[in-house]
């Protein structure tokens, strides 16, 4: 009897337990990136700075690029597009966003590609001309040149 009362109260909880819960793998967060570069001061002490910072969603990105020559004039601005997939020969990620600049009192929208991966960022500089509505687009994307080299920092640092 008591075996048969054991076995009922086994067989009960087997059919009618709580069932459990599906375990859902989270949804990627916004990954932040940032890069710098600062120069060495010059006699009167003051440095080329470059700064970066990108906040990459899935594809698309935003972020902010200031560049702060020393003794020249300043170009800042907020951008925002897309990037692409990983280049497995080049092990980075390329950048093509519409950057709002502003240098020496002018606001301009302009094209900007980056390259970055494996520490580094490299910006994307070349001839521009207006495509005809005030943005300004590179003449010939196939000669960019990516020279100016910023190192990956901790974002809480600026």
Not at 18 to 47: D, M, W
Not at 104 to 110: A, F, N, T, Y
Request: one cysteine or more; glycine letters at 8%; proline letters at 4%.
């Amino acid at each position: 009897m008591i075996l048969c009362v054991v076995a009922f109260v086994f067989l009960g909880m087997s059919i009618f337990k709580t069932p459990q819960a599906v375990k859902v793998a989270p949804e990627s967060s916004p990954i932040n990136l940032c890069f710098s570069k600062v120069g060495t001061p010059n006699v009167r002490g003051y440095a080329d700075e470059y700064t970066l910072r990108m906040l990459l969603d899935k594809e698309n990105v935003t972020g902010e690029l200031k560049l702060l020559p020393a003794e020249k004039d300043s170009k800042v601005g907020k951008f925002s597009g897309t990037v692409g997939a990983v280049d497995k020969m080049m092990m980075a990620r390329t950048v093509d966003v519409w950057w709002d600049s502003s240098a020496e009192g002018m606001q301009v929208k302009e094209q900007l590609r980056i390259i970055f991966g494996e520490g580094t960022a490299q910006i994307g500089f070349g001839e521009m001309v207006d495509r005809g509505d005030g943005t300004y687009v590179y003449k010939d994307p196939t000669k960019i040149d990516y020279s100016l080299s910023l190192t990956d920092v901790a974002c809480d640092t600026f």
